[in-house]
């Protein structure tokens, strides 16, 4: 009985009134928090931790701290011969393999002097669309995920296991394909190949439409996304960030049509950007990027080329497997090439594609011997972290989160 | 990307108004570089980009050029979105003195990529923000990426082989 009124009596003097006032007025600001968040923790996107110092529920500042997969792939790639490194640096940015091994490649062919075959080419950009769109599913997956919207995951999953058949029927892999090689790819497409893309391409512009109509007019992911954490062009451009961010904030800047590699320039497509750059921009650009890149993909099928789909320089691309039987030549070349490899002229490139997340250079130094010297991937994801803290400072905590899924990190790429 | 020529009026220019910062250019694979005296490399990225117009540096990066000398190297590449051009900025320190002025003031995206030159070669960025390791531990020793550094050089620790551990599994 006496408990009772001892709770109403304490009941009574608490005083609501410091609660009404706007948060992050000067009142309540006087005690910072300073949270730790992740290096486990499912928002994350990986193995980030971030130092958040908090004042309420205000981020007042973002420190990552990076570094906990560093797996040393770039010191490993000394250590072999160029094309074993391939399999090694597809590993950095798990999401965009073959885009990994294509700025590998075309940094060493670019120092072998070494021509690509047309029809490589266009098989070449065929993975890596595909690659590109698969990249982007897992990334609306998870970040609808982050904001609650639980089902989009399973759709966006659903097509992403569909282009992982396609390049387990290309490839025999489903991730880390190792299907690009030095002058070319490893294999033709297989008969059948070209009919299951199609019938991909058929389907995705849809699913695309019906993942847009899921999320476009949704309340909740309008709140979270809607003029949350923009930043201008400027800021942008100061601190390296390229690829869909640097579109959402209205530059158009995309190497595929500024610097075209790979044969992007004989494709039809357009660059999505956004205007002010917050988080639904982010969202919205990623999204108009998949149907182009399904645009690209039928236009690479419509032009595919006949003829040879890696190098015929036998110094650097391995002889067909008939040869071996007939020349003395080819079994030489096929035995030097797997045993030492190929010796690459000394020097030093700097060869960058445009990656899912921005611009993925690679720099190779060779010294002339059989393995490279220096590999370096400067790797988007690395660079368009560090605009974390110019984006969330002053933003609520939640939409850190939203924040760090529309920034779309991947910690592989981060730590190499 | 500037051709021989362009490349060679941009060196001499840069030799006029940050008078003694140009070694010598180079030239390959279509990709132009000019090589900087380590001391005035911020003067330098600072004319490019007031006076050519190349004002993204899209990646820093650090080579060592053991068994050559001075070993340590710092590559700047540079961007000129516009034009779409693109030029190098390298330069070379040696071991016992590996200090390198910082261009994070100026260019804020080198910022986490000078802390990984630092943990991975041991380059010293003066007037750094925050030079600290990035990617190795805190406290780490030694620099992996230099070419001396042994490569698979160190133990794994099990319990058998953890001069910390208890003894329990023993």
Redesign the interface.
Known sequence: MSTKSDYRRMEGSITLAPLSEQIGSQRLSSELLTLNFGPHHPATHGVLRLLVTLDGEIVQDVKPI??YV?T?I???A??KAYWKVIPVVERMDYLAYYFNALAFCGAVE??L?CEVPKRAQYLRVIHLELNRIMSHLVWLGTSALDLGAMSMFWYCFREREQILDLFEMSSGQRMHTRYFQVGGVIEDIPIGFAEKVREFTRIMPGRVDQYNDLLRRNEILLQRLRGTCPLDERTL??????GPLLRAAG?P?DLRK??PYSSYEDFDFKIPVGTVGDNYDRFAVRIAEMKESVKIIDQALDGLPEGPYITEDRKIALPPRHELATSMEALIHHFKLVTEGFRVPP????Y?IESPRG?L?C?V?SDGSAKP??V?M?DPS??N??ATAPMTRGAYIADLIATLAMLDPILGGV?? | MPDQVGLELIATELGVVVPGSVRETAF??G?ASVWVEPAHVRAVLGALRERHGY?????V????YYPEEPRLGV?Y?LLD?AR?D?I?VKLRVPVDQPQVESVTPD???A???ER?IYD?FGVVFDGHPDLR?????EDYEGH??R?D?P?GGEPVLFTHNDPSSPGWTR
């Open positions: 990076i570094g560093h040393g770039e010191k490993t000394e250590d670019t120092l002097e451009l100061e601190l390296g960030v390229t530059n800047w500024a610097a020097g030093e490139v700097y960058a611009e250079g720099f130094r010297a220096r370096h400067r690395f660079v972290l560090q730590d190499r | 390959f694979r990709q004002r993204m540096l899209m990646s990066h650090g080579v060592d590559h590449e979105m779409v693109r190098a260019w804020p995206t910022n986490h990529q990984e991975m390791r990035i990617l190795m531990p992996p990426q070419r550094f490569l």
